[in-house]
């Protein structure tokens, strides 16, 4: 085989990413509570625990801002949408591969996104996705020939 074949993919919010974030986040409370317990002073730990909601807010609304939608393969190409009738064409590439989760980076001119695929979202395509994010571009495939499915 000279490529990959043509694959759609949903990406989105993933949650062992947020099951991570949530971690850090309560050992961060943790450390407060420590800081606390060993007699810190009022002002001291007024600054600690702002800091630490204020990274916990800002750590929640970044994972819930996570884009979602379909990221597909051409074999040439890929592309994404959101939902809305936009396909978009760019770049992609792995930054991340933990087997069952990939951390990827679209880009298109002017504009970058970090994508996190998981297997969990759709088992049976995920090894046809992993082949397509390694593999090159088949240069004798038709332009924008129609991915296997347009929805997951």
């Known amino acids: 085989m000279h490529g990959a074949p043509s694959v759609s993919y949903p990406v989105g919010r993933s949650a062992l990413v947020g099951a991570l974030l ?4 309560s050992l961060g409370l943790l450390a407060c509570i420590a800081f606390a317990w060993h007699g810190a002073s009022s002002s001291r730990l007024a600054a600690v625990a702002a800091t630490c909601v204020a990274g916990g807010a800002w750590a929640g609304a970044w994972w819930w801002r996570q884009p979602a939608g379909l990221l597909a393969w051409d074999t040439a190409t890929w592309s994404w949408s959101e939902g809305d009738p936009h396909v978009r064409t760019g770049a992609l590439e792995v930054v991340l591969d933990l087997q069952s989760l990939l951390l ?3 880009s298109t001119p002017g504009r ?3 994508l996190w695929a998981e297997r969990a979202r759709l088992p049976a395509r995920w090894e046809a996705l992993r082949r397509a994010v390694y593999s090159r571009a088949n240069p004798e495939a ?3 020939a129609e991915p296997p499915s347009a929805t997951p």
């Open 22 to 25: 949530l971690a850090v986040w």
């Open 104 to 106: 990827l980076r679209w």
């Open 112 to 114: 970058a996104r970090w």
């Open 142 to 144: 038709p332009s924008r």
